[in-house]
């Protein structure tokens, strides 16, 4: 586990364990006897709090308690969690031979593209792997658990990034879904619309005006659309070509591109104006998150 237990756990808690190397994300298979590892409030963050870990389990259950919500996990669900607000994991007893199997994948916090509220809305709960991005995700990192062979680089990175991109699509769709219940015609519209600015996200002219007149209703309706949601539609495309080039820029098989070249790729046609969006967006410069990114892709165990 990514954390040191506390109190009342067993020695050889961990019957195997691997890890495969997927550059920006790490997937840890473990099987684990019967435990329970518990961290006190008190403690202080480990020190890789700044990341999420998405837990599939591949047999048996475990409960988890995370802040103060209490779930048990068990095949066919997936598990988001942040180890700062990590309480108890307990994998029960069974009377059988089998022990629990989870594959772990581990995601550095700033490359998941959602506010934290957004994140707190689905973490530290069991989140079933149902609908088509759910049930993809899901045999995705099952297959990724299986794989025998060893990866090159390349082949873990390219694979990482997918990996990433459909943690995102899962989350993203679980996130709506428990939104609200808005009128379904409206939020089928609002649905296509935003599928039809991904198709188009690196067009530099894309615009309220082109999408509303794409989709033949007025400017003000798109506009009420994506106000109903807390966001314009402004700001929306903004903040998916960030999350685009911010996936790019952490790709080691585009490190050789620059960052200039990468960001005009998502539809900035102004580096500086890019800059400064994904400094305000990210906390940080666009050159110095490609830097920590390719170098905590290279340490990774």
């Known amino acids: 586990m990514p954390f040191e237990p506390a109190t009342d756990h067993r020695d050889g808690r961990v019957a195997d364990e691997r890890s495969i190397d997927l550059g920006v994300v790490r997937l840890d298979v473990k099987r684990l006897r019967p435990l329970k590892i518990t961290r006190s409030p008190r403690q202080a963050p480990p020190p890789d709090s700044g990341v999420v870990q998405l837990v599939a389990p591949l047999h048996g259950t475990m409960r988890a308690v995370w802040a ?39 995601v550095p916090r700033p490359l998941l593209p959602f506010p934290d509220r957004q994140m707190d809305a689905v973490m530290g709960q069991e989140l079933p792997a149902t609908g088509a991005v759910g049930a993809l995700l899901n045999g995705f990192i099952r297959d990724l658990a299986e794989e025998k062979g060893t990866l090159s680089p390349s082949d873990g990175s390219r694979l990482g990034m997918i990996l990433l991109d459909l943690i995102a699509a899962f989350l993203s769709t679980t996130i709506e879904t428990g939104s609200g219940a808005p009128e379904a015609p409206r939020h089928g519209l609002t649905l296509r619309i935003q599928a039809f600015i991904e198709r188009r996200l690196h067009d530099p002219d894309l615009t309220p005006r082109t999408i509303a007149a794409a989709h033949h209703i007025s400017l003000s309706y798109l506009h009420r659309l994506f106000q109903e949601r807390g966001e314009t539609v402004a700001a929306w495309i903004r903040s998916h070509r960030l999350r685009r080039a911010r996936r790019d820029l952490a790709d080691p098989a585009l490190m050789a591109s620059p960052i200039h070249v990468i960001a005009s790729r998502w539809g900035f046609s102004h580096s500086a ?22 170098l905590s892709g290279a340490s990774s165990p």
Do not use: K, N
């Open 68 to 106: 103060d919500r209490h779930s048990e996990v068990g095949v066919g669900d997936l598990y988001a969690h942040d180890i700062a607000r990590f309480r108890e994991i307990t994998v029960p007893e069974t009377g059988g031979r089998e022990p629990f199997v989870m594959a772990a994948v581990t």
């Open 273 to 294: 104006a890019f800059s400064r969006a994904f400094r305000t967006a990210y906390g940080i410069s666009p050159r110095d998150f490609r830097t920590r990114a390719l």
